[in-house]
């Protein structure tokens, strides 16, 4: 087994979820800088320069990230993670090698039949949370991982948040909720300051309280007290908050929430059918 205090770590993909899971696992001493390779495009700069700040190695081709690695994370779009994993498949290097794949939409069955037998897969899905080090992520083992593979890749996604692990089949609706999620509540905390704005406050001052709004109400569920129990708390009889939740209802904002994760599933599905095509 892999010691998780010093592993080799690959990405193959070096944008800004590569770049936020390099840094947490340095700063969780999970991985030195120098231990660290991600393959970047000629053309983005922009992440090269930012590994090469952190102590790690940005290279421009595929082939040495998975040479220098101990663990390979997959952080591709769909579309490109076929052709980027045929490329490296052929090395003696991938084979008894532990891939972690954070594509969206693209499920375990996917990537094994393009990997060596002996490869093991876990799909992960992170949010962008992970940036500052409050990400919601789930993982799924392959039909080869092992129990320890799904322990050190919880341990390592922890390093930037929480990590639940789920069968495969539910992690359409993972990549639906806490992936995308961060989008609707933006949408939210948007929506929130342009009310205060409405009603006569300083746009700086409306988004700034809405923020707040938001992160405290998140940190109340870890009372463990449902969610209805803490919004009953707030809302007094003919009070201000009841007319404002019954406005929400009459305006369908739980089924267009529901809506807009089924929405996002569903997009899943789609975009793992094409690529198996």
Do not use: W
Request: contains cysteine.
């Amino acid at each position: 087994m892999i010691k998780v205090s010093a592993m080799k770590i690959g990405f193959l993909g070096g944008g800004k979820m590569a770049f936020a899971l390099a840094n947490g696992f340095i700063s969780a001493g999970l991985a030195k800088p120098d231990e660290i390779t991600a393959s970047v495009h000629p053309s983005d700069v922009v992440s090269a320069e930012a590994f090469k700040k952190i102590g790690a190695t940005a290279v421009f081709e595929n082939k040495p990230v998975v040479e220098r690695s101990e663990v390979v994370i997959v952080s591709l779009k769909p579309d490109v993670v076929a052709p980027v994993l045929k490329e490296v498949k052929d090395l003696p290097a991938s084979k008894n090698k532990l891939f972690i794949s954070i594509a969206m939409g693209v499920n375990t069955t996917s990537i094994e039949k393009v990997l060596p037998s002996e490869a093991r897969v876990i799909r992960v899905m992170p949010n962008t949370p992970a940036l500052v080090n409050h990400g919601a992520a789930a993982l799924s083992r392959g039909s080869r991982a092992t129990a320890d593979d799904a322990k050190l890749t919880s341990e390592l996604f922890k390093a930037v948040g929480t990590c639940d692990e789920v069968p495969e089949y539910q992690m359409d609706a993972v990549t639906a909720l806490s992936g995308s999620g961060p989008a609707y509540v933006y949408m939210m905390i948007e929506s929130l300051a342009d009310g205060g704005v409405r009603c006569g406050l300083p746009r700086d001052l409306a988004l700034r309280l809405a923020a707040q709004t938001t992160l405290g109400s998140a940190a109340m569920l870890q009372t463990n007290t449902h969610p209805a129990v803490l919004k009953d708390n707030v809302t007094s009889p003919a009070g201000s908050t009841a007319d404002g939740t019954f406005h929400l209802e009459q305006n369908g904002f739980r089924s267009a929430v529901i809506g807009a994760v089924s929405a996002a599933a569903a997009r899943c599905k789609v975009v793992n059918s094409q690529l198996n095509k």
